[in-house]
């Protein structure tokens, strides 16, 4: 071998070296951040878990985990809670951010006083039934009948006047209190 190939690949080892030695470290650096993710992960998920969907928000410092900020109010009746896993000034801290919810206040009972629907009402409506599965055919059943150029499926609350009369107006998807029974007693 003579010295000219020597010295070309001593220069390239040289070269390399910086990078073989940023591969070799590669897999240490991400089992560091990762056992500090599963950390973080791990008091994030376990305390929102226990707190979804209770009552009422009664923790107390001590039921916070260690590792993690106190909850944060971020709209109603729900919370963000951040934790996290190494340490502050470590290149590989990982920080988490999971959001619960506690359980909805209920009212006694629901009421739509002012008689305010979410649909419109259909304009026609033909002589199919809405199924059962979509039983005011507006999740998928309007748009299939109108493929077919036909009106709006009879929603379930008006396939009778027994249940027309049965139903509550406060259940309605849309304003039916016009229908063929009259206007309906409770509107």
């Known amino acids: 071998m003579n010295i000219v ?27 560091a951040r990762a056992r500090n993710f599963t950390t973080a992960e791990s008091s994030a998920v376990s305390f929102s878990s226990n707190w979804e969907g209770k009552d009422v928000a009664e923790w107390t410092a ?13 709209g109603e009746r729900a919370y963000d809670i951040t934790c996290w896993g190494g340490d502050d000034d470590s290149k590989y801290r990982q920080v988490v951010t999971r959001s619960f919810r506690l359980a909805p206040e209920v009212a006694s009972q629901y009421t739509n006083p002012n008689r305010q629907f979410a649909w419109e009402t259909p304009k026609s409506f033909s002589h199919v039934e809405c199924p059962s599965n979509d039983p005011w055919g507006v999740g998928w059943y309007n748009e299939h009948l109108a493929a077919g150029h036909l009106d709006a499926c009879i929603p379930s609350p008006v ?21 063929g029974y009259g206007v309906h007693p409770d509107f």
């Open 62 to 74: 001590d039921d916070v985990p260690d590792n993690c900020d106190a909850p944060l109010l971020v």
């Open 159 to 179: 396939w009778s006047e027994q249940r027309y009369l049965e139903s509550s107006p406060d259940d309605w998807l849309y304003d039916l209190s016009f229908w």
């Open 5 to 31: 190939s020597t010295m070309v690949g001593v220069s390239i080892a040289a070269m390399a070296a910086p990078s073989v030695l940023q591969m070799t470290l590669a897999p240490v650096e991400a089992q």
